[in-house]
């Protein structure tokens, strides 16, 4: 098992869950990505939303892949991000987990460039596999990893949601 195992999974969780709101509700999203001039239409971001978490699906079962395919998605909203900040505030949400007031943040871009790299990493390495495969390679029946797993995945909805809140709220 490779030291990137916890921080990939983290980012395939974070995927599926930011994937999942947009397919229900595609509005924020949407209004982001008009906000920049990127194709915006409501069935395209639930087909993209589908689409993350179907590649978060394919991470989770281990398909060789996938870690290629969740360092695009990631990359992907470097670009996102870097262009919204680039706006300077014009967007009011990043759409990422399909609530409002989320706007993106330096902290975001780089956060994603990190679940980016990493899962980049995992994808030439090939070290890891299928989230059952890393379970069964960990001591206690792999129940402290994933007890890991869901913290990070709540600390990086913390960072990636509620931080930007909270530092709209200290402005005002």
């Not at 919204?84 to 007031?101: E, I, K, N, Q, T």
Request: proline share 7%; charged share 10%; with cysteine.
């Amino acid at each position: 098992m490779s030291a990137l195992t916890g921080p990939y999974f983290i980012a395939v969780l974070l995927l599926g869950l930011a994937g999942a709101p947009k397919v229900v509700r595609p509005d924020d999203t949407a209004g982001a990505l008009a906000s920049v001039g990127w194709p915006s239409a409501r069935w395209l971001v639930r087909l993209g939303g589908a689409v993350e978490v179907g590649i978060a699906v394919a991470a989770l079962a281990g398909l060789p892949a996938a870690p290629w395919l969740i360092a695009a998605c990631y990359a992907g909203f470097v670009i996102f991000v870097a262009v919204a900040l680039r706006y300077g505030g014009l967007v009011a949400s990043c759409g990422c987990f399909g609530r409002p007031d989320t706007p993106p943040t330096r902290t975001h871009l780089a956060f994603v460039a990190a679940c980016s790299v990493s899962a980049g990493l995992v994808a030439l390495s090939g070290a890891v596999g299928s989230l059952l495969t890393a379970l069964r390679a960990q001591p206690a029946a792999g129940v402290p990893f994933l007890l890991a797993l869901a913290t990070g995945t709540c600390l990086g909805l913390l960072l990636l949601e509620r931080l930007p809140q909270l530092s709209m709220r200290a402005r005002a």
